[in-house]
């Protein structure tokens, strides 16, 4: 929906569906009363995740004109997309396989040119749209050999400018403003925000900007900017959370180089301060457990005494650390509810998205604002409401937020 701060809608990547048909099947089994709940006076836009199977059947014409056709009905529409995860994201062990195939492969580059070749035809008038997507693979495959690492980074950057020339064809062909969002995360070969804007200015752009010259034959200062146009950051607020980053000292660092926030993920982890006697960190190491589950990775970033931060690959690679008494804090990856701050003994990183949606209301750095939450099934029972009805909370918390904190 249309706020004074922006656009804000939820990711179907909560939805099931490798398949177009069965993601399109949730899609109408839930939006209308999502819609329904938090926007029925005004159109109402979705954050599309389209896994690349899907993908294949929603480029023919007639599928994205039955698509089209539904949102008209609905009231829907879409400017933004996730193509992040590849293939599967439900009901199948995930992991670190959600970055393949990473961006040194033309699978990759194929299947995100498609993705906004179908976003080009969806996204209404007056709108940019984006699509967000891997921060270029999983380190720990790369990070073994300094040259395997160079090499990696630099075949993955010049997919990515590859993208980026596309997406300036289409704005110069269509009108239309169209960008790659790149998202940070731990364990991403970009992870946190310093070493997205390093890579930025000292890869992206001097590379692009050569590539730009060359084949587009624009000027440098012209190529930068179409550069910076159609590359954006990602602001997952999870992933920046987990980090232990300065939000607003973050933002501003992107503003100082010209880098643009494509869209701000609005999302929540486990966080908790650690006690120090012992049998309350046992406590706390139980509690944790009790959200494990096999799908996905759920990376821990420990703050020592010191400001150290260690990073452990998966939870239960932390576990053996956590009576370790220079450790005074534990955050880690799960995107639970944004409208959850306690969980019992754990918390969740609900303050940070307070902060984040304060600087967006300061001065809005995005149109796009997308809750992303889809560890549903690790709540206590209490809290599993029905899918629209979560997400209608959800939504509705980020607008009393934005609403009453203004």
């Known amino acids: 929906m249309i706020t004074a701060y922006g656009q804000l809608t939820y990711c179907t990547n909560i939805h099931g569906g490798e398949a177009w048909d069965q993601h399109f099947e949730s899609l109408k089994m839930h939006f209308p009363k999502i819609k329904q709940a938090v926007s029925p006076a005004q159109p109402m836009g979705i954050g599309l995740r389209v896994a690349n199977l899907a993908s294949t059947l929603l480029i023919q014409p007639e599928r994205l004109d039955e698509f089209k056709n539904w949102l008209t009905q609905v009231g829907g529409y879409v400017f933004t997309l996730n193509g992040f995860p590849f293939g599967a994201f439900h009901d199948t062990r995930v992991k670190a396989e959600v970055h393949t195939p990473d961006w040194t492969t033309a699978e990759r580059l194929q299947y995100t040119k498609r993705l906004f070749a179908i976003l080009t035809q969806l996204l209404p008038e007056g709108m940019d ?199 005074e804090e534990w955050r880690s990856h799960f995107h639970v509810p944004v409208f959850l701050e306690d969980l019992g003994l754990l918390q969740s990183t609900q303050s940070d998205i307070q902060e984040v949606l304060a600087i967006q209301r300061e001065h809005p750095v995005t149109r796009h604002l997308e809750v992303e939450t889809y560890t549903w099934g690790v709540l206590p029972h209490e809290l599993q409401l029905p899918i629209a009805d979560s997400i209608s909370r959800e939504l509705r918390w980020v607008l009393q937020e934005m609403e009453t904190r203004s």
């Open 129 to 327: 749209g984006g699509i967000s997507t891997s921060p270029l693979g999983y380190r720990h495959l790369y990070n073994h050999d300094e040259t395997v690492w160079r090499d990696m980074r630099k075949r993955a950057t010049v997919h990515m400018i590859d993208v980026a020339a596309y997406l300036h064809r289409i704005r110069e062909e269509q009108g239309k403003e169209l960008h790659l969002d790149i998202e940070p995360e731990p364990d991403g070969v970009l992870e946190t925000g310093p070493e997205f804007i390093e890579w930025f200015t000292q890869e992206l752009v001097p590379t692009g900007v050569k590539h730009f010259s060359e084949q587009l034959g624009m000027a440098p200062e012209e190529a930068e900017k179409a550069l910076k146009r159609h590359v954006r950051v990602c602001y997952d607020v999870c992933h920046f959370a987990l980090g232990y980053e300065r939000h607003r000292m973050v933002v501003n660092d992107l503003d100082r180089h010209g880098i643009k926030i494509g869209k701000f993920q609005i999302s929540a982890a486990l966080k908790v301060h650690l006690p120090e006697k012992g049998a309350d960190r046992a406590a706390i190491g139980a509690a944790f457990q009790a959200f494990d589950e096999p799908t996905y990775l759920h990376q821990v970033l420990a703050r020592q005494k010191n400001g150290e931060v260690r990073r452990y690959k998966d939870l239960p690679d932390a576990q053996d650390a956590l009576q370790d008494p220079d450790t």
